[in-house]
């Protein structure tokens, strides 16, 4: 078993999660305007936290993976969070949206592909 494939078979479930998130938030909001999106609070926490949960899957793949996948400024989509004010700081709501519409589209597709390369060597 190549290296690749022994990767994929420990981590193919990240990969997936984060596929599955991906096509989620794409979606569940990926129609609305950002004027709908960044005026919607519960739409925002809901969408930063799906994007957190990503982050996390991503953090356990391959940096060459990550690469292959895209590039996502996690912190300027993410923000920090702010214990005593019970929510996201520095959280670029515009740059949140704009990675749903036009990034993540083209992260479950790769998703797909890396997947479906690998599945001969499950």
Same mark, same amino acid.
């Given at each position: 078993?190549? /290296?690749?494939?022994?990767?994929?078979?420990?981590?193919?479930?990240?990969?997936? =999660?984060?596929?599955?998130?991906?096509?989620?938030? *794409?979606? =569940?909001?990926?129609?609305? /305007?950002?004027e709908n999106f960044a005026e919607d609070s519960r739409k925002v926490?809901?969408? *930063? $936290?799906?994007?957190? $949960?990503?982050?996390?899957?991503?953090?356990?793949?391959?940096?060459?993976?990550?690469?292959?996948?895209?590039?996502? =400024?996690?912190?300027?989509? /993410? %923000?920090?969070? +702010? %214990?005593?004010?019970?929510?996201?700081?520095?959280? +670029?709501?515009?740059?949140?949206?704009? /990675?749903? *519409?036009?990034?993540?589209? %083209?992260?479950?597709?790769?998703?797909?592909?890396?997947?479906? %390369?690998?599945?001969?060597?499950?």
């Amino acid at each position: 078993m190549s /290296t690749n494939g022994s990767y994929l078979y420990a981590n193919g479930s990240y990969l997936h =999660d984060v596929g599955r998130l991906a096509e989620k938030l *794409v979606k =569940d909001f990926g129609a609305l /305007t950002y004027e709908n999106f960044a005026e919607d609070s519960r739409k925002v926490e809901s969408a *930063v $936290m799906r994007v957190l $949960m990503m982050k996390e899957g991503c953090a356990l793949l391959p940096n060459r993976i990550r690469r292959e996948l895209a590039p996502i =400024d996690w912190r300027a989509i /993410t %923000g920090k969070w +702010d %214990g005593n004010a019970g929510r996201h700081v520095g959280l +670029d709501r515009k740059q949140l949206w704009e /990675t749903i *519409v036009q990034t993540l589209p %083209g992260i479950g597709e790769k998703i797909q592909e890396l997947l479906k %390369g690998q599945s001969a060597v499950w």
